[in-house]
């Protein structure tokens, strides 16, 4: 459940997601780095932090170096981070390197508007409208980005009708054949 406080805080703004560990391969410094980009460019938004690591010091420190205390929360790791989630409107991952990375399908299911990757995992390119950097360069992220945050496009429906086509029930179905009727 989510803290009113909270959800007073994140509603009705627009919040840009980093979700994970805060650990060198996730590059949570780049996230910090590709906001106070768009914040140079005009850009209104908050960055939502949701996780821990130890990164985090170093990340609060730069954040208030760079002015963006009152723009950027760290809302700390949490048992259940779907509310949080669901209050953001932007998914931002700056990952180097990934296996796939489940948290995009967990911010498809829970309705952001826009989604921005680096090109840090195969098949990547194969989600509907999810926009996948060329480089993983802080300019070109944050080009990414602000192009999806000004186009002022809603991808939440096709993004849930993705998250739900991955559905675990329907994963099994297939991996066991079910589908066709094969046991």
């Known amino acids: ?16 997601l980093f979700c994970g ?8 410094g780049l996230a910090l780095e590709v906001f106070h980009l768009l914040r140079q460019q005009g850009e209104e938004a908050k960055l939502v932090f949701l996780g821990t690591g130890p990164l985090e010091r170093d990340i609060r420190e730069r954040a208030a170096a760079l002015g963006l205390t009152e723009d950027v929360l ?8 779907y509310p949080v989630m669901a209050l953001c409107q932007y998914g ?11 948290v995009v399908l ?20 194969t989600l509907p409208r999810v926009a996948v950097t060329r480089t993983h360069d802080a300019r070109d992220i944050a080009e990414a980005l602000g192009s999806v945050l ?14 739900r086509s ?10 066991l054949g079910l589908d066709s009727g094969v046991q």
């Open 106 to 125: 967990e911010m498809m299911a829970c309705g952001m508007r826009g989604i921005v990757v680096t090109p840090c995992a195969g098949d990547l390119d």
């Open 92 to 102: 931002l991952l700056t990952s180097a390197n990934e296996g796939f990375p489940n």
């Open 74 to 81: 760290f809302l700390g790791q949490r048992p259940n981070p």
């Open 150 to 163: 000004r186009s002022g496009e809603d991808f939440s429906r096709i993004y849930r009708a993705e998250a």
């Open 21 to 28: 560990r805060l650990v060198d391969f996730k590059r949570p």
């Open 1 to 16: 459940r989510l803290d009113p406080a909270l959800g007073e805080a994140l509603a009705g703004r627009r919040n840009i």
């Open 166 to 175: 991955r559905a675990t029930e329907g994963y099994m179905d297939v991996v």
